[in-house]
């Protein structure tokens, strides 16, 4: 359910806000929704993350060997990128 709500905001405020929301594509309304979301949303408790359902699907998608080392991979990567 949708509810209307009346703001009283600077003037200078408002047109920031306009054009931060134009630029990404984005309703004003959409925009306060979301930061309002944010600050009054269910909190994680402790160090639990929660994990987008993007990121969950991806997870699995590829299996690495068991002495695979990502740190000497990622330093030879960038030995490389950097020659």
Do not use: C, Q
Request: net charge positive; hydrophobic share 30%; proline share 2%.
């Amino acid at each position: 359910m949708e509810t209307k709500l009346t703001l009283r905001l600077n003037d200078k405020v408002i047109e920031r806000a306009k054009t931060y929301a134009k630029s990404h594509k984005i309703s004003l309304s959409k925009l306060i929704e979301s930061y309002l979301d944010s600050l009054t949303g269910e909190k994680n408790t402790g160090n639990k993350k929660s994990i987008t359902p993007l990121v969950e699907s991806l997870s699995g998608v590829i299996e690495l060997p068991s002495d695979f080392d990502y740190k000497k991979e990622y330093s030879d990567y960038l030995t490389d990128k950097y020659k």
